[in-house]
């Protein structure tokens, strides 16, 4: 009895001792640094395949580009490039996605990230993590917008909770002042210089109505807002508050095109949303919305660095997140996430 339970101890020494050299194994590479390599082995043909996704999906509905670009900003400033911007919300828990400032999020670009995760898990099943997916999405979309090609670092884990309450205080609104927006960012380590180069994603895409009444409705004298834009604002958006889903190009001039015509509308009066304005108007941003108006190949380099860095916000790694099966849901049903 007592030699048996002796043995029984050895075995268990050995049993950790084996659990404990696997979990050093594998924990080498996964708990290491990001690499563009990473699922070199694992998933040889991720790159084509989610480039094959995206590309149909931005032909078929081209909003899906801008839609994609928010969606990673909305999450890797929330709680860090994790996909939590991807759960649904359930009877226990209201997520991310679902607090007020992420409503307008469009459903096209959770559906790409949908469609690439679901070609994968034929492809390589169980192996890449949703957040890689949309990192790689939103770099593949730029390209196709006509903006700048960056490596991906890969190995971020998806999320583990997703709720509405972290977003509060975490995303910038129009409303806010340079000194507000440039301590929002720098909160997640960027400078202001690189908060003039990101907020170039405003050369695609749309904003709602309501986002900018406040200026197209106002009596005042504008100096920055065109007149004749202002009034095709106010015919456009004349009844914003029943038709919620009217909006405008955030770069009138080249709406679907990803270049540096955001900078350049700004000194003309054609910004759309009042934090657009303000990075003209403040001494501690102007200089940079004047130095990418005039030259695209320095917008380019410093938003390629930018953006490198926004996709690393907060990565989890090794048993902080997982690879989730379905990008909408934890592989766990659990009632406290
Ligand atoms: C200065 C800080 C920023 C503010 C105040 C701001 C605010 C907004 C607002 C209010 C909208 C309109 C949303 C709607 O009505 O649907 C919008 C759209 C957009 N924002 Fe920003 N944003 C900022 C920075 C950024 C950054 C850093 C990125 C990405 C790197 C980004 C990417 C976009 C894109 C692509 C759209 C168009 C979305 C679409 O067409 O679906 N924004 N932003
Ligand atoms: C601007 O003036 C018009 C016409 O006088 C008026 O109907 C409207 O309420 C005013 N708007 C604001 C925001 O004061
Ligand atoms: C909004 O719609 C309702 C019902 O369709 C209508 O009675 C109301 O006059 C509209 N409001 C405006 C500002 O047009
Ligand atoms: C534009 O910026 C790039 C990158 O910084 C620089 O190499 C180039 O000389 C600049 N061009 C002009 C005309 O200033
Ligand atoms: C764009 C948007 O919906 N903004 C709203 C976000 O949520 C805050 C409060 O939760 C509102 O004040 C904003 O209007």
Redesign the pocket.
Known sequence: MHRRRHLLFLLLDILYLAVAVRIDATATPAEGELSVDYYKKSCPNLQNVVQQTVTDKQIKTS?TG??V??LI?HDCFATGCDASILISSNSFNKAERDADINL?L?GDAFDVVVRAKMALETECPGIVSCADILALAARDLIIMLGGPYFNVQLGRKDSLSSHASDVVGKI???T?SIEE?ITLFKNKGFTAQE?VA??G??T?????CK?FADRVFSNESDPSLNPRMKLGLRKACHDYKNRTTV?AF?DIMTPNKFDNLYYQNLPRGLGL?S?DVALLTHPQTRPFVLLYAANQTAFFRDFVLAMEK?SLVDVKKGNRGEVRRRCDEFNELNTSN
Do not use: D
Not at 204 to 208: D, L, R
């Open positions: 909003s801008a839609g670009l928010r900003f307008s469009p910038p609104m129009p806010m927006l908060m990101l907020t994603a405003h695609v895409g749309f904003s709602h986002e909006a955030n949303l934090s926004l």
